[in-house]
Every structure is written in C-alpha cells, then in structure tokens.
C-alpha cells in the first residue's frame, strides 16, 4: 500500500452516464495529480493540484471535471465519455509539485460502453 | 513536451541475468525518477537520481545519468521472477513548472 487509496477499482459506464473518481492520501501531501494510462502509450499528465489549486490541465476535454475539496482528496467528475476514455486512471500524490518522488494509487480500470 | 523514452520496449531474460534498461530524454532536468508497474496496478517508486549525480544504487537497482548524452540507465541485477513488471523512467523540467513526464516503458518479463 502507498497510502494513496482510489475508488471505486473498476468501472464501467455508458457514454450518457455521470460518474465520478474518488482518490484520498493521508501523507500529508501538497500536490495530487491525475494520470491516464492507455494501452501502449506513455503515462498522459491531466491535472495537477497544489494546495487545493489547479495549477496544470493539459488540454483535457472538458467530459473531465476535477474537484479537490482539501488537500487529502481529489476527484474525477465524468460525463458524457467516449469508448476512446476507456483506461486506467491513475491518482498520484506527492509532497509538492514537481522534483519530488510520487505515490500512486492502484488506479481505476474505466470502461466505456 | 519532453519525454523519456525507454528501450528497449521489451526485455525477455532468465532468472538470475542483470537486466538493463535505458531513458533518453530531450530537455535538462532536475531529476529523473525510475517506477515500476506490476500488470494493470499502481506505480511504485524505486528511485531517484538528481541531476548533479551520475550514480546510485539501491539494493540490486542500480541508476547512472549521463546528462551530456540526456540519457539514463536502470541495471537490476540477479533478477527475481518476481521483477516481472513494467519500468517506466520520469522526469522533471529544469525551467520549473509542475509537470513529471513519463515514458512508454519496458516490459521486463524474467522467466524462472
């Protein structure tokens, strides 16, 4: 365990549902970060949080809205997905932003139907 | 952006073989990290090497950097089956910012 816990661990949504990914750290952490992990592609960087604030979005479609309320807890709002959504998504968290080493929850398998 | 990319993309050996792995990256860093990633699971760090070192070790892992080259290295030694995994290196932009970037990976497979 790396103390960063995400839910549900599979999930598999029609495109016209609403869903939302929940990950929690309790390292007393400064920065969380939401990664999608395709296959047979590199790790794509969506959001970085810092103190509870957005500091990075790289041109995510808007079908993805995160929320982080405090600083132990960061969520992934889903709505009106694609089959191409389809991956595993995966909460990262960390003492600050950039430079420092992560930890990785054990992601959410997303299916799109 | 900048990217590290490992080769090989895949990598066959037999239990008790070293296994290397490489990282080339385009930009300076700060650091460059090594993960790993056990099958549709989470990444867990191994190690971290910033960019004013040139060697580290840890365990049977063992991390050169070559910044003139932008390039990196990942030796584990005497490999497990259980070191079957996907190893994936990362990195941090020297011009600030808050992104880690990582690569494809390897699939490392060590069969017993």
């Known amino acids: 365990e790396t103390g960063v816990t995400q839910t549900p661990r599979h999930l598999v949504m029609g495109m016209t549902n609403k869903k939302s990914l929940k990950c929690e750290q309790h390292?007393?952490?400064?920065?969380m970060y939401w990664y999608k992990q395709s296959a047979k592609k590199p790790l794509e960087l969506m959001f970085v949080?810092?103190?509870?604030?957005?500091?990075e979005n790289n041109s995510v479609p808007s079908r993805f809205s995160p929320e982080c309320p405090n600083s132990s807890h960061l969520f992934l709002h889903l709505h009106t997905l694609q089959p191409e959504d389809s991956a595993l998504y995966l909460c990262a968290s960390s003492q600050k932003t950039g430079y420092t080493e992560a930890f990785f929850g054990q992601g959410t398998r997303l299916t799109v139907v | 952006s900048q990217q590290g990319e490992e080769d090989p993309q895949a990598l066959s050996i037999q239990e008790g073989e070293n296994a290397t792995m490489n990282c080339s990256y385009k930009?300076?860093?700060?650091?460059l990290q090594w993960y790993r990633q056990n099958s549709g699971r989470g990444l867990v760090h191994l190690i971290l090497?910033?960019?004013?070192?040139r060697e580290k070790h840890s365990g049977r892992l063992r991390v050169t950097l070559d910044t003139s080259k932008k390039s990196s290295s990942l030796l584990i030694t005497a490999s497990r089956a259980a070191d079957t995994a996907s190893y994936f290196c990362?990195?941090?932009?020297?011009?600030?910012?808050?992104?880690?970037?990582f690569g494809a990976g390897t699939r490392l497979f060590v069969k017993a």
């Open positions: 949080y810092s103190l509870e604030e957005r500091v």
């Open positions: 990362a990195t941090d932009e020297s011009t600030g910012g808050f992104k880690t970037i």
């Open positions: 930009t300076s860093i700060n650091n």
């Open positions: 090497i910033r960019s004013n070192e």
């Open positions: 390292l007393g952490h400064n920065a």
